[in-house]
């Protein structure tokens, strides 16, 4: 079945540091590709997300591209701020299952440091 | 509304007992899903409607778990007799569409099974 593997967290950096959160999936398909951002206290949020091989993802610094070789989504930043501490989770939909059925991964923990 | 709204944000109830968990989504949004998120874990897919009827209840555990959304805006997911395995963080969301372009989630609602 279709599936997301996140690296355990937590993730602890310093503020300016550079941020990877690796993902890889198993689908059937050709499934979108999604990252999702829970801040403390609050839902779910869209980061971004990609709907084909090769599509890159961006949003307020953040990036991950679709690798359908690897079968892998990283979450990448360059420049890490205080106010990106949070929980970032990875996610799917497969056309196979219905776009409408999300799988996420476990999440992954980040927390910078000033 | 301006987004998902869940209530109650927290709900406390002896095992056996009955509840409602309410999900108010974004306006005009036809598409509205449940997911449960246990400790630790990404969220699991519920039950996603598309207007008034449940076009796909395959994540609803076991037929304790009900939900209905009658007049295709507001939806409520009961649960009979409860038990403590299902303590975790009800989530919500909804979307305009159901398709690869994201969803909007509400803070979720903790449902503490003591």
């Known amino acids: 079945g279709n599936s997301v593997t996140q690296m355990e967290g937590p993730v602890t950096l310093s503020e300016e540091a550079f941020l990877t959160i690796n993902c890889t999936y198993t689908?059937?398909?050709?499934?979108?590709l999604f990252w999702y951002v829970q801040y403390p206290g609050e839902g779910l949020q869209l980061l971004l997300k990609a709907t084909k091989a090769d599509d890159k993802g961006s949003n307020k610094g953040f990036e991950a591209t679709y690798r359908k070789e690897t079968t892998s989504f990283h979450l990448e930043k360059g420049s890490v701020q205080v106010s990106d501490s949070a929980v970032y989770f990875c996610?799917?939909?497969?056309?196979?299952?219905?776009?409408?059925?999300?799988?996420f991964g476990t999440g992954t923990r980040l927390k910078v440091l000033a | 509304g301006a987004g998902v709204s869940q209530t109650p944000s927290n709900k406390v109830t002896e095992k056996g007992k009955y509840v409602e968990l309410r999900c108010d989504p974004i306006s005009g949004h036809t598409a509205l899903y449940w997911y449960r998120q246990s400790l630790g874990q990404g969220p699991e897919f519920l039950i996603y409607?598309?207007?008034?009827?449940?076009?796909?209840d395959s994540g609803l555990p076991n037929d304790r778990f009900f939900a209905v959304r009658p007049e295709g805006s507001v939806s409520t997911l009961k649960i009979q007799r409860t038990e403590r395995g299902d303590s975790a963080v009800y989530l919500c969301?909804?979307?305009?569409?159901?398709?690869?372009?994201?969803?909007?989630f509400g803070s979720g609602t903790r449902l503490t099974v003591v």
């Open positions: 996610a799917l939909s497969s056309p196979t299952s219905g776009t409408y059925k999300y799988i």
């Open positions: 969301a909804s979307s305009s569409d159901a398709g690869d372009y994201g969803y909007t």
């Open positions: 409607f598309q207007g008034t009827g449940a076009a796909d």
């Open positions: 689908a059937t398909g050709y499934p979108s």
